[in-house]
């Protein structure tokens, strides 16, 4: 399996703030990228999928690079409940099964 | 609706004991999966069905042993664990097994084997 990482964080943000998440994946064969977010002791829940157009979903926009092999999650103006774990998660090379990142934790405060 | 249904939602099992954990979705996806997720850590493929068929199985320890009677419902049996299996044990589903679908997933079981 190819691997798919992550930043290291933690984010501690304010509210209000700006965040940005980066991922880089291996597989240059992956077709199919997706961003979820964890809470804690919760299951993932898929937040967006990401297109090669990039994609905005109210306060969040992914971006996919696929030369560089990079997707990038932006949240604007952050809330207190947008504080999670972040999952990059991208198809493995026979395009069967899901390669989940080791997540970026996203700590929003007042 | 996107639902999965998990139950139980928690289980404690001695190491000798048998259990099972059952998996419930009603969208129509033919495509369900077994995963571990263990404190801090993504969650990890265990078991993919494809069409209530087996298609992969991560070499996972024969102490798991998955079903899937029809193409709404998926079990994973457990049987003589060890105390390291403690974990999440989550279950999702997609429309079809490739990687480009989207996997929704249920609240989870967390599983404690003394």
């Known amino acids: 399996r190819k691997e798919v990482e992550q930043d290291p964080g933690p984010f501690n943000v304010p509210e209000g703030a700006t965040v940005a998440f980066n991922c880089t994946y291996s597989?240059?064969?992956?077709?199919?990228f997706f961003w979820y977010r964890q809470d804690c002791r919760k299951e993932p829940k898929l937040l967006m999928s990401?297109?090669?157009s990039g994609n905005e979903d109210g306060r969040f926009t992914a971006q996919l690079n696929r030369a560089s092999q990079y997707i990038s999650l932006l949240i604007r103006d952050s809330k207190l409940s947008d504080s999670a774990t972040y999952l990059c998660v991208v198809n493995d090379q026979a395009g069967t099964a899901l390669i989940f990142g080791k997540g970026t934790t996203l700590s929003v405060s007042s | 609706d996107t639902e999965v249904t998990q139950t139980p939602k928690h289980l404690v099992m001695g190491m000798t004991n048998k259990k099972s954990l059952k998996c419930e979705q009603h969208m129509g996806h033919r495509a369900m999966y077994w995963y571990k997720q263990k404190a801090k850590k993504p969650p990890e493929l265990m078991f993919v069905?494809?069409?209530?068929?087996?298609?992969i199985n991560e070499s996972v320890p024969s102490r798991f042993s998955p079903e899937c009677p029809n193409s709404s419902l998926l079990n994973l049996h457990l049987h003589a664990l060890q105390p390291e299996d403690s974990a999440l044990y989550l279950c999702?589903?997609?429309?079809?097994?490739?990687?480009?679908?989207?996997?929704?997933f249920g609240p989870g079981t967390r599983l404690t084997v003394t």
């Open positions: 597989n240059s064969a992956s077709q199919s």
């Open positions: 999702a589903s997609s429309q079809a097994s490739s990687g480009s679908y989207e996997q929704y």
């Open positions: 069905y494809s069409y209530e068929k087996l298609s």
């Open positions: 990401v297109y090669s």
